[in-house]
T-cell receptor, first 115, second 112 residues
Framework: SAVISQKPSRDICQRGTSLTIQCQVD?????MFWYRQQPGQSLTLIAT?????????ESGFVIDKFPISRPNLTFSTLTVSNMSPEDSSIYLC????????????FGPGTRLTVL | GNSVTQMEGPVTLSEEAFLTINCTYT??????LFWYVQYPGEGLQLLLK?????DKGSNKGFEATYRKETTSFHLEKGSVQVSDSAVYFC???????????FGTGTQLKVEL
């Protein structure tokens, strides 16, 4: 199994600013993912963070709005750019230790409020 | 596309009561099915899973059976405890990929 931590755990931000969320895994993992959970809704996959290359984004999510870095096998960041109140959500990082496995490990989430 | 529907919460029960949280799904192919649990202040944890029809996943006294004929994966526990208070998410995975499709989550509150 993998233990995942995220920073910050929560933040309140002003419209038009950007926030970078960090995700740290306690072991090397092949796959890392970023999810969004909007109020009252289910988790939605934003993108797969690829080590050493650009992230793979899901439909409806773009790199300019959600740039992602993954410099190594244990760390990733998600930036929420030019924020608006609609970006208020919980953002979760997850990891899988190999492709096509059915087990993902999740971080505690970052609760973002945009005023 | 794929989707998961869960019963809305919160569900409030007395300790030692029987728990059922309903989950139904729509998917192409033959998905794997999961229940995740999120305790207050913590990340989602895999509670149990089933990978084919009629499989029963079980863990910590919770059970769920993969019912292909009714496209359901209802979560049950015979006697809940206060420590079971959490949000429970039903999810599916198809096609050998890593993209999980989640339900909206059901909050369970267990009182003494």
């Amino acid at each position: 199994s993998a233990v995942i931590s995220q920073k910050p755990s929560r933040d309140i931000c002003q419209r038009g600013t950007s926030l970078t969320i960090q995700c740290q895994v306690d072991s090397q993992v092949t796959m890392m993912f970023w999810y969004r959970q909007q109020p009252g809704q289910s988790l939605t996959l934003i993108a797969t963070a690829n080590q050493g290359s650009e992230a793979t984004y899901e439909s409806g999510f773009v790199i300019d709005k959600f740039p992602i870095s993954r410099p190594n096998l244990t760390f990733s960041t998600l930036t929420v750019s030019n924020m608006s109140p609609e970006d208020s959500s919980i953002y979760l990082c997850s990891a899988a230790d190999r492709p096509h496995t059915d087990t993902q490990y999740f971080g505690p989430g970052t609760r973002l409020t945009v005023l | 596309g794929n989707s998961v529907t869960q019963m809305e919460g919160p569900v409030t029960l007395s300790e030692e009561a029987f728990l059922t949280i309903n989950c139904t799904y729509t998917a192409t192919g033959y998905p794997s099915l999961f229940w995740y649990v999120q305790y207050p202040g913590e990340g989602l944890q895999l509670l149990l899973k089933a990978t084919k029809a009629d499989d029963k996943g079980s863990n910590k006294g919770f059970e769920a059976t993969y019912r292909k004929e009714t496209t359901s994966f209802h979560l049950e526990k015979g006697s809940v405890q206060v420590s079971d208070s959490a949000v429970y998410f039903c999810a599916l995975l198809t096609g050998g990929g890593n993209k999980l499709t989640f339900g909206t989550g059901t909050q369970l509150k267990v009182e003494l």
